[in-house]
């Protein structure tokens, strides 16, 4: 045995091992003997997450988790980004696809020794979740939800209370929604966020975090949102706002957006002044009476155009008011943020008819 190598490895990884997830990841490609050190350190930490929940049955879990198909959420999955793995964790959020819930439930409960203390959920989320159990062991607690039938499980995930609680791991790999604010310590809240009460604690919303900034919307950012404000919507296709870290390639956790036809927003409203879809100035963008008469029509179009921001969509469509004497072909706008294909719904008929 050479024992300047093994000094040398072992120094390696308590190097490696004061690195996020993201640069322990990023260190495997540098070479082939830091692929293997970094992998080491990777399982490590996922070892050390899992093992407090299921004692010498980790292993068995993880084998159940690839056969459910089950993710890893809440503060495991954060702890296993940042690399703070040093912590025994309380409790372990396990989402399942519909038809796993059975097999992942069994296996908790008999294998596990687990006992169920409620199937009721957060109220929060009771629209989103299918089934929902909560199992306690001494001090240790397990959740296990699943979404509706003919739901994905990122149903579940894109629906969580704050935007820090969007992330979760399958046995080899990682992937979070809106990384940005995560690597800053910040959790926005989102309308199940909203209706948490206090000390009635979901995610990260409910409650104060020593290490994380929760707020309520993002009026505190004092520049414009961009792509990530809330009111917009998004597809789980858009790379933009989510990141993926992989491990183990057989069980990658970006598999989990593939052929999925998903989209989220945060919230309904933005109450950042410097964006463009702040409540407020969309509010003031609608004060239009509506058109009464043939003056109206010529001068409605104009006064549209004016509008900023810039309606980015219109549609063509037959105006006929009592006051005129015959139908006008006039453009109506759609809505702001509406990304996907504009229903009759996301139009903005307030320009020519009064709501």
Not at 56 to 81: C, F, P, Q
Not at 107 to 117: R, T
Request: aromatic share 8%.
């Amino acid at each position: 045995m050479n024992f300047g190598n093994v000094l040398n490895d072992d120094i390696t990884c308590l190097i490696i091992e004061m690195l996020g997830l993201s640069d322990v990841t990023s260190t495997s490609h540098v070479c082939q003997s830091l692929r293997r050190l970094a992998k080491a350190v990777t399982e490590r930490w996922f070892r050390r997450l899992l093992v407090p929940f299921g004692d010498e049955a980790w292993k068995d879990l993880v084998g159940v988790l690839r056969l459910s198909k089950g993710l890893i959420t809440g503060s495991t999955a954060r702890a296993m980004l940042s690399g703070e793995v040093g912590n025994s964790m309380q409790d372990l959020n396990l989402v399942v696809p519909h038809d796993g819930f059975k097999t992942l439930e069994d296996f908790v409960l008999n294998k596990l020794g687990y006992s169920c203390i409620t199937s009721t959920c957060h109220p929060a989320m009771t629209t989103v979740t299918g089934h929902f159990r909560k199992y306690s062991l001494a001090t240790k607690i397990i959740t296990l939800a699943c979404p509706a039938r003919n739901q994905s499980v990122l149903h579940l995930i894109l629906s969580a209370p704050t935007t820090a609680d969007m992330i979760y791991m399958t046995t080899g790999g990682l992937m979070c929604f809106y990384p940005q604010w995560l690597e800053q310590r910040v959790a926005i809240c989102t309308r199940a966020g909203n209706l948490v009460v206090w000390d009635n604690k979901l995610g990260c919303a409910g409650e104060l975090h020593k290490d994380l900034r929760v707020e309520a919307d993002t009026a505190f950012i004092g520049e414009p949102c961009g792509t990530q404000c809330p009111m917009l919507w998004h597809h789980v296709g858009d790379k933009r706002l989510r990141k993926s870290i992989n491990w183990d390639i057989t069980d990658s956790a970006t598999n989990t957006c593939n052929n999925v036809d998903i989209e989220w927003r945060i919230n309904t409203y933005c109450d950042n002044e410097a964006c463009q879809y702040n409540s407020a100035i969309m509010a003031r963008n609608l004060e239009g009476v509506g058109a009464n008469n043939c003056a109206d029509v010529k001068f409605l179009p104009g006064e549209i155009q004016c509008r900023r921001p810039r309606f980015l969509q219109w549609f063509k469509g037959i105006f006929y008011s009592a006051a005129c004497h015959r139908p006008f072909l006039v453009r109506v706008p759609v809505m702001d943020g509406i990304m996907r294909v504009p229903r009759l719904a996301d139009l903005y008929v307030d320009y020519w008819v009064r709501q």
